[in-house]
């Protein structure tokens, strides 16, 4: 609540205009999904909050400024949905299966980044994944994917 209300007057008394994402942007829903998943446990841990930065900026190719601005409205988003539906619906309609197969990727990197998977992360993840229409199997092999890249130096191989 005191951030809002910070975040509020900071964009209310700054001269530099703040960029504005757009309701229906991916970006942005993306961007919430993450947020609210890092929070889902009560404990947004740093390592949690900068592979959501990191990730956000290489996938979209946003500066520093523009991801804190991308973050800061997800926040605000997250805040005020009541559900998963709202951010789900904007990435069904904007996304191939490949994209969305890629925000489950993403999801996984958040929640590994601090070393573990909570039960309430992995729960968020399974319950995006099926908004999203991404099997079981495919979410498994992406969640092993990305913890194996996590617990070791090499990176994660598939057979086949």
């Not at 504005?20 to 991916?26: G, L, M």
């Not at 909570?118 to 999203?132: P, Q, Y």
């Amino acid at each position: 609540m005191l951030k809002a209300i910070r975040d509020l007057i900071t964009e209310l008394t700054s001269d530099v205009p703040q960029r504005q994402f757009e309701a229906n942007d991916e970006r942005l829903a993306v961007a919430a999904l993450l947020v609210h998943l890092i929070s889902v446990d009560g404990v947004v841990k740093p390592a949690e909050r900068a592979a959501i930065e990191r990730t956000l900026a290489g996938q979209y190719g946003l500066s520093a400024e523009d991801t804190a601005q991308l973050i800061a409205q997800a926040d605000r988003m997250d805040e005020e949905a009541v559900d998963l539906y709202g951010f789900t619906s904007v990435l069904k309609r904007a996304l191939d299966e490949d994209g969305r197969r890629r925000v489950i990727e993403m999801m996984w990197e958040a929640v590994f980044a601090d070393g573990a998977a909570s039960e309430f992360e992995e729960n968020t993840v399974w319950r995006v994944a099926e908004l999203l229409g991404i099997s079981s199997r495919d979410r498994i092999t992406l969640r092993q994917r990305v913890a194996h890249g996590h617990t070791t130096d090499k990176p994660a191989t598939e057979a086949g």
